[in-house]
């Protein structure tokens, strides 16, 4: 009975974490349609790096090792992939199908772990990721098919894939990154660091694609300032209930973010959920809890690898 109650407030705190989130997802959706899936991203990190400052600079004890400087680096740059081609490919398919396409990340973080943690594969895996392909294969179908006669936009789907495969090594950096630094932390850098690769980015883009960049007017303003506001809160609540529920416990509560996307896209969005996206999508998160039950990272890999 203690143990149900001590985790019964960080399971609640992390779906408050994971309902914001989609929130900002679908914030996030409306401004890659509008700006584009770049510029969104670009004004929104700028936001975000200032939201984020004010707590770190409050609550830090010093700057980063250097091997904190490097995971934070290296995080943010692949966040600033993932991000964008996630965006860009929710602009073009339901904000559903999107998540769902999205939660075979977990699976395919088990092979990076292969090689970038020096893990192991079992059997729980192999089904995992058995199933992770089959779902996978049924929203592709679906989308190939594409009933309703509109754009397939297999584009998007490829792009929300794409996503996939580095918020797969996300997960990684996310375990490694853990080890060495707090949230205000994590979340300051991460702001600054992925806002940085985009800004890298700016002259390639006026160069070769110019019109992926705009300038927002002043009713995109208070949506980017909400996405950023609520990315940020999103990752304080979820690490507040990591921090005091094992992992195992909190797991299910990843995949409420299809049911929150479900309804934002309905309602923000006029989108309908079809039979496929639901087969699809507990094929893999079917796949993904197969998969987290079927044993614990060793953390001896994670802390020779930070």
Request: one cysteine or more.
């Amino acid at each position: 009975m203690k143990t149900a109650r001590s985790t019964a407030v960080p399971f609640a705190v992390a779906c408050l974490g994971i309902a914001l989130f989609s929130a900002m997802d679908a914030a996030m959706k409306g401004l890659a349609i509008a700006l584009g899936a770049y510029s969104a991203m670009l004004w929104r990190q700028g936001i975000g790096g200032l939201i984020s400052a004010g707590p770190y600079f409050l609550t830090r004890k010093g700057w980063p090792s250097r091997a904190g400087i490097r995971i934070h680096i290296l995080r943010g740059f692949v966040a600033s992939i993932m991000a964008v081609s996630f965006f860009y490919g929710i602009a073009r398919v339901p904000l559903a199908e999107g998540i769902a396409l999205s939660f075979i990340a977990p699976l395919i973080a088990l092979y990076l772990a292969v090689v970038l943690l020096g893990e192991t594969v079992g059997r729980h895996s192999i089904i995992a990721s058995l199933l992770g392909v089959c779902g996978v294969a049924v929203l592709l179908a679906a989308r190939i098919v594409n009933d309703d006669g509109g754009p397939r936009h297999l584009d998007g789907v490829a792009a929300i894939f794409l996503s996939a495969v580095f918020y797969a090594w996300n997960i990684i950096l996310m375990r490694q990154q853990a080890l060495l630094a707090p949230p205000a932390e994590v979340a300051f850098f991460q702001n600054v660091t992925a806002g940085g690769f985009l800004l890298a980015a700016l002259p390639v883009v006026l160069l070769f694609a110019p019109s992926i960049f705009t300038v927002p007017d002043a009713s995109h303003w208070p949506m980017l300032v909400l996405s950023a506001a609520l990315a940020f809160c999103s990752l304080f609540l979820l690490s507040w209930a990591y921090s005091r529920a094992e992992a195992q416990v909190l797991v299910p509560v990843e995949y409420t973010a299809f049911v929150w996307a479900a309804i934002m896209g309905a309602i923000f969005y006029n989108e309908a959920v079809t039979w496929t996206t639901v087969a699809g999508a507990a094929l893999i998160v079917t796949g993904c809890i197969i998969a987290a039950r079927g044993g614990r990272p060793d953390t001896a890999h994670l802390e020779a690898a930070a």
